[in-house]
């Protein structure tokens, strides 16, 4: 079952779900509206290799905005710590975002009970589009579990930023 707007204000809380920083003016009708951290990570590699190490360049947007391109993949983050304590959570651009060509999290929009992080974002467009830190790019939802509650533990714990990917983990 997923959480009304009403509901996730009241989880925060009372603790259940993480939202920080929190602005109520962001909940939406089942979910809370995301912001555009001031990070982008993007690999400088034509090849990525995660076994020979992967190689970024980070980008700081400015205040005037920063131009993302076509044919390229960024990373970026949520402006916020978010995760439920006890529900599961999903992330999705927002459909203004989408409407400009924008996709975000379309293979990994799952957050585990437990992980509460600065989601790290993938990110890429359709056609050149200026983006915003700080600008409302996403939304994440809540879900309520069923079956015994396991925290999660993964290796994406504690993230507080753009974290590249860890796939290298998996064979260690």
Not at 62 to 73: A, D, I, K, M
Not at 95 to 107: D, K, L, N, P, R
Request: some cysteine; charged content about 20%; aromatic content about 8%.
């Amino acid at each position: 079952m997923m959480l009304t707007g009403s509901e996730i204000h009241r989880m925060v809380h009372a603790g259940k779900v993480v939202i920080e920083p929190f602005n109520e003016q962001q909940l939406e009708q089942n979910s809370y509206g995301c912001r555009l951290g001031a990070e982008l990570l993007e690999y400088t590699s034509s090849d990525i290799d995660p076994h020979a190490g992967l190689e970024v360049r980070t980008h700081r947007i400015p205040e005037e905005g920063f131009v993302l391109l076509p044919n390229r993949f960024y990373l970026g983050t949520t402006a916020e710590r978010i995760g439920g304590i006890n529900f599961a959570s999903e992330l999705y651009a927002n459909v203004s975002a989408a409407a400009c060509g924008m996709f975000i999290q379309t293979s990994a929009p799952l957050g585990h009970t437990g992980a509460v992080i600065c989601w790290t974002l993938e990110i890429v467009v359709a056609q050149p589009l200026r983006v915003y830190a700080g600008a409302r790019i996403a939304k994440v939802c809540f879900w309520t579990n069923l079956g015994q509650e396991r925290s999660y533990q993964g290796r994406y714990v504690g993230s507080d930023g753009v974290v590249p990917s860890r796939i290298i983990m998996d064979t260690k």
